[in-house]
């Protein structure tokens, strides 16, 4: 008796058809349901969780919650791995227990990927903070002294339009003087 025979008996001691696809496609949506739920109930969990302490994690904290070496690493890689481990399942348990597993191991490696993004992503945000406040700095120490500059400058304009006009008043004055010098004086009569 080989193995086909062997699974068709087994399926009719547990009481279901012998129709597998119907049979198959039923399993599928009940486990993709299933880990939707799963997915759903353990996304509140964390958010609540992340909520309550805040999520403050580093490089090191996304390596820890990384899953082992040797998973797949692109879509391709988790599709064959997929595949992969269902066809060599020996029962429809191990084929769902296979594939309960690489569903769990797939949403760990993603959400390991997506820890390390966000930490990527903070850790650039500060660096342009940092960034910027140093321009900010910068410019700032930049306009005080400008600022400065400006207000000597003022000072000393202010003064030379004072001595401009001193200096204005006296030719003026020097300019009348000798005017009226040249008109009385007597030796130009002579």
Same mark, same amino acid.
């Given at each position: ?56 994690? /580093?490089?090191? &904290? ?5 899953? #082992?070496?040797? *998973?797949? $690493? ?6 064959? %791995? ?61 306009? /005080?002294?400008? &600022? ?5 400058? #003022?000072?000393? *304009?202010? $003064? ?6 001193? %200096? ?23």
């Amino acid at each position: 008796m080989d193995q086909a025979s062997a699974d068709k008996q087994a399926k009719r001691k547990r009481g279901t058809s012998i129709s597998s696809d119907d049979d198959s496609q039923n399993e599928l949506d009940e486990i993709n349901s299933s880990f939707k739920r799963l997915r759903t109930s353990e996304n509140k969990s964390v958010e609540d969780e992340n909520q309550d302490i805040g999520v403050t994690a /580093t490089i090191g &904290d996304a390596a820890e919650s990384s899953p #082992q070496d040797g *998973l797949p $690493k692109n879509g391709p890689e988790w599709v064959k %791995l997929f595949v992969h481990d269902i066809r060599s399942a020996s029962t429809d348990d191990d084929a769902n227990y296979n594939a309960y597993k690489l569903l769990k191991d797939l949403e760990k490696s993603i959400r390991a990927e997506a820890q390390q993004e966000i930490v990527m992503v903070k850790q650039q945000s500060e660096k342009q903070d940092r960034t910027l406040k140093r321009a900010v700095n910068i410019l700032h120490e930049r306009l /005080t002294k400008n &600022d400065e500059l400006l207000t000597k400058n #003022q000072e000393e *304009l202010r $003064k030379s339009e004072v001595k401009n006009y001193a %200096l204005a008043l006296h030719l003026q004055e020097a300019t009348q003087n000798k005017s009226s010098y040249e008109r009385v004086h007597p030796c130009d009569l002579c």
